[in-house]
């Protein structure tokens, strides 16, 4: 069993499904409203989990219904909790979400996420070090990501970074994780002066781009390979590559090659948008593997 930790953000997702998206200064009538639990960290955490992993969470919520609402369904899911503490005087993260032609759009409000910091992931050293892979994304702290990745390297962890929300990160963060796995927005954001292919080649084996429903585009060393999506009638596609991330970790943690890892991502992930929610759709071991 692989043997994780993730750290990044909790929150819920207050989601709007509408047939279309509003202009501005439009009011328009939407089709349904739901909460469920989300933010990146947690997401991958969860899914992570029912892929049969060992995950343990660290990132913080608000003292709030949300908060409890979030941690309760870790629990549930079989993630840790030791490392997810409550901030008693800011509210949970919430991610405003619409569902409207086929995709989705989303503004995040970090909340108690901005208390992820180096000083609260000091916490979380020791099974920081005792795992085979880490996992961290972007809605924490800048400094958080850039610490982590230290104490990865220092450790030799292996650190993947999901970059999103896509900023620009050092150099150093760059050459020292694992895993770099931005989608193509966040590719051109992260290399804007590079042109795609070269950076791939610059990176190899390293840096994975995310092409949506045309697969996942990578450089092994000789040649640049893309392993294609599986095809599959959408939903929701929230959480998607949360879906992937969590998936890829889980399998190069136990020993597949990127190639293999890739297409197992690809399949929960293509699994994981059949239906409603970031974490509705994610999918068990037992689904994935009955599927590739």
Known sequence: ?????????????????????????????????????????????????RLGAEV??????????????IVNNFTANGVVTTYVEPVTHLETGTAHITLAEGDNSIIVV????????????????????????????????????????EICFLNNVPLLLNPAPARHISKTVIEKAAYITPNEWEASVLFENKDIHDALKEYPNKL????????????????????????????????AGDTFNAAFAVAVAEGKNIKDSIRFANRAASLSVTKFGAQGGMPTRKEVEGNL
Do not use: H, W
């Open 110 to 149: 970090k909340g108690a996420n901005n208390y992820v910091t180096p000083e609260f992931v000091e916490k979380a050293l020791d099974v920081i070090r005792e795992s085979d892979i880490v996992l961290i994304q972007q809605e924490i702290p800048e400094e958080t990501v850039e610490y982590v990745t």
């Open 208 to 239: 994975l781009v995310t092409e949506g429903k045309n697969g996942v585009r990578y450089y092994d060393g000789e040649n640049e390979v893309l392993v294609p999506a599986y095809v599959v009638e959408t939903v929701d596609t929230t959480g």
């Open 1 to 49: 069993m692989a043997k994780m930790t993730i750290i990044g953000s909790s929150s819920m997702d207050l989601v709007v499904t509408a047939s279309k998206r509003p202009n501005k200064g439009e009011t328009i009538l939407g089709e349904s409203f739901k909460t469920v639990p989300g933010g990146k960290g947690a997401n991958q955490a969860v899914a992570a989990a």
């Open 56 to 69: 343990y969470m660290v990132g913080c919520v608000g003292d709030d219904g949300f908060g409890e609402e």
